[in-house]
């Protein structure tokens, strides 16, 4: 299945839920090297999981940089790569 592109966020975002580890690790290591982000939690935007759902995303997190690149649950060196930083 090809996905659709997302829109281009002026912040890098994270779609994510709660209950999600991978979402959590993910939040954790952005904290841990200082990068802002915006966290759009799926489970209380609808008009956001609906956005996924169309573009044919089902697996989270999903990571959305300042150039329209996305990431599908990324590992910490896929994120560093994304945002431009020497990994820990």
């Known amino acids: 299945m090809t996905m659709s592109i997302l829109p281009t966020p002026d912040v890098l975002t994270v779609y ?11 939040q954790r ?15 209380t935007d609808d008009v956001a999981q609906a956005l996924l759902d169309a573009a044919g995303y089902q697996s989270i997190p999903v990571v959305v940089t300042t150039t329209g690149r996305v990431l599908l649950e990324p590992t910490e060196r896929q994120l560093a790569d994304a945002i431009d930083i020497t990994p820990t």
């Not at 994510?16 to 959590?24: E, I, L, T």
């Open 29 to 43: 290591y952005l904290d841990s090297v200082g990068v802002a982000y915006q966290y759009i939690d799926l489970e």
């Open 16 to 26: 994510g839920a709660r209950w999600c580890s991978d979402c959590r690790h993910t």
